[in-house]
């Protein structure tokens, strides 16, 4: 059976400045990306939201993108090899799995930001370095893609062992803004994103990633 998930991007303040209303948000959607202090988010910020996320029963997902806090994930970044995309990601998405640990809380699934997110939907090497990253922390997260032609082709060649496999991988549409022909969207028009693709369904513990499928 098809589901929607409403899913929103948050935890991108940082420091003094808010971006957002994640409060009110975790009260309305079912799943977040959650910033990872690459593009928005710090440490606390992260904490605060992964308490938040687990209070309202909110699954989350790493949220990683280029090193660009300036930028806001969204300016273009050249020259970035594959091999080194792949290791900002793996370090991305371990420090949320902290976070979430000590919480008592589970990352459930990974979707990239900005710039990241927008050369994996038409670079190959890059959706693949995401996909290797994922595999390489957790084969069971849940690797969420932006529908489009480019990026499922380089997400069906995901390795094998990554959670792209077998179902697992996850496409989805962003309501904050038109899209170019290239898939690169036009702008955002608010700070809070909706998207299709995942519900948490089990929790943690129970021996499941947590998300229906969709066949």
């Avoid at 370095?129 to 390489?136: H, Q």
């Avoid at 084969?139 to 489009?148: H, Q, S, T």
Wanted: with cysteine; net charge positive.
């Amino acid at each position: 059976m098809d589901v929607i998930d409403l899913n929103c991007d948050m935890g991108e303040s940082f420091g003094a400045w808010t971006m957002g209303s994640d409060a009110e948000m975790l009260k309305i959607v079912s799943s977040a990306n959650v910033a990872c202090g690459f593009h928005g988010g710090d440490p606390l910020v992260m904490f605060e939201t992964v308490k938040g996320a687990k209070g309202n029963g909110v699954g989350i997902g790493a949220h990683p993108s280029f090193f660009d806090v300036w930028g806001f994930g969204r300016r273009q970044i050249q020259g970035e090899k594959p091999e080194d995309i792949e290791k900002t990601v793996v370090y991305q998405i371990g420090a949320l799995q902290g976070v979430a640990r000590a919480v008592g809380h589970w990352v459930g699934h990974v979707k990239a930001h900005g710039t990241l997110a927008n050369l994996a939907a038409v670079d190959r090497p890059t959706a693949l370095a995401i996909g290797r990253a994922i595999a390489a922390v957790d084969r069971e997260l849940i690797y969420v893609v932006m529908a489009g032609r480019h990026r499922q082709s380089g997400f069906a060649q995901a390795p094998r062992g990554c959670a792209a496999r077998s179902g697992r991988g996850r496409r989805a549409g962003a309501g904050d803004g038109a899209r170019r022909g290239d898939h690169k969207r036009f702008g955002q028009a608010h700070p809070g994103r909706d998207r299709h693709g995942l519900r948490p369904r089990r929790q943690p513990g129970s021996g499941g990633d947590g998300y229906a499928r969709q066949r």
